[in-house]
């Protein structure tokens, strides 16, 4: 059973800076396109960046590209989404998720593994 446990969210002021961290256990998700989803209360959880399997492939929700920046490193089952110049609208809970191919796609339905998620709060 694969595990993805989130971790690096917090409270920060708007024009800040966070990276959020996703380490998986179980087996190796080398294979797997991995996402980002965000979910604000009331809201439906949102697409925010995946990333391809090796990594030459990153795609973006137009509202946060050009401040996000997804990477992955396959030597420590780990995936990375560093975050700058914060919005207050950013604030949601931050989930990762590995996809089930080898690119990424945008619909949460094709993401077979998700973790539990980390609070991220941008105040203004």
């Known amino acids: 059973q694969v595990q993805l446990v989130e971790s690096g969210g917090g409270l920060v002021q708007a024009g800040g800076s966070l990276r959020l961290s996703c380490a998986a256990s179980?087996?190796?998700?080398?294979?797997?396109?991995m996402g980002w989803f965000r979910q604000a209360p009331g809201k439906e959880r949102e697409f925010v960046a995946g990333?391809?399997?090796?990594?030459?492939?990153?795609v973006y929700a137009d509202s946060v590209k050009g401040r996000f920046t997804i990477s992955r490193d396959n030597t420590k089952n780990t995936v990375y989404l560093q975050m700058n110049s914060l919005k207050p609208e950013d604030t949601a809970v931050y989930h990762c998720?590995?996809?089930?191919?080898?690119?990424?796609?945008?619909?949460?339905?094709?993401?077979?593994?998700w973790g539990q998620g980390t609070q991220v709060t941008v105040s203004s």
């Open positions: 179980g087996r190796s998700l080398s294979t797997n396109a």
């Open positions: 990333i391809s399997w090796r990594g030459g492939t990153t």
């Open positions: 998720a590995a996809d089930t191919a080898p690119n990424p796609h945008r619909r949460t339905g094709d993401y077979e593994y």
